[in-house]
């Protein structure tokens, strides 16, 4: 059960009106990493939660905060457009700097929202479920909540420094601090799951006697130039650095098409480098010679 408290978490209310940071400011409720996004996935983080207790609640505890951040945004979003396109759009287009700002309005947050906020990001791409991450395992899932919180507090950075409106960064600010302590709760959660021994480094600590013991401590050298063997992770991580990898497979060719498909198809053709082309390009200089 959720409840609504008819109060703002935080202020948002911007000096004045400006339709062309409304638009901007839609990327931090719609976008990839915006509060949407985050929402939805501490929402089916927690409901797909199988243990009761300490980590759950911590999620549900985020998730409906981050409902809050959406009304949030979505309030500034339309104060920004008060009086916009009509009055304000009219005092604006005076100064001809303005006028050409005024092409960066979103119209559908007139003609579709009525002058508010929509669930898109600043492109006017509507919201994707595809964004969230929920997979029941609580270590990937919190790797992959650190990351949402580091990209949403980037962007957030980067719409902080294009505006000067005060009421507008007042809210920023708020958010910046709140993306920070998302980023530690989560970091700190994951190293809960390990004590709890929950979880391990490895996501999921499952199958690593199965899998191919050759091949999960080393690093392939697909790079120009040696700086990739300088890092940390072949020293203290113990991971071997392989300067010359080689293939271990044959050649990547595609079956015959079906017919029906009329796919471009010539059996007798063999793609340069292939093992067939190199060991005809072999036989014919043996001829040759």
Known sequence: MFRHTKLLQFEAKPEKPDAVYAHKLQELIGGAFGEMSVTMQYLFQGWNCRIEGKYKDLIMDTATEEIGHVEMLATMVARLLEGAPATATAAAVKDPVMAAMIGGMDVQQTIVAGGGALPADSNGTPWNGKY????????????????????????????????????????????????????????????????????????????????????????????????????????????????????????????????????????????????KGKVKAAKAKTKKG
């Open 132 to 275: 969230i991450v929920a997979s029941g395992n609580l270590l990937a899932d919190f790797r992959a909540n650190v990351a949402a919180e580091a990209q949403g507090r980037l962007q957030t950075a980067r719409l902080y420094n294009m505006t000067d409106d005060p009421g507008v960064k007042a809210m920023l600010q708020f958010n910046l601090a709140r993306d920070t302590v998302h980023q530690k709760q989560w970091l700190a959660a994951i190293e809960e799951l390990k004590a709890d021994g929950l979880e391990d480094e490895i996501a999921p600590n499952a199958l690593l006697d199965e899998e191919d013991q050759k091949h999960n401590n080393t690093i392939w050298h697909l790079s120009d130039g040696p700086d990739g063997a300088k890092g940390g992770w072949t020293t203290e991580a113990g991971i071997e650095y392989l300067m010359d990898p080689e293939p271990l497979g044959g050649p990547g060719t595609a079956p015959k098409p079906d017919p029906a498909l009329y796919g471009t198809y010539a059996p007798l053709q063999d793609a340069k480098g292939t093992v």
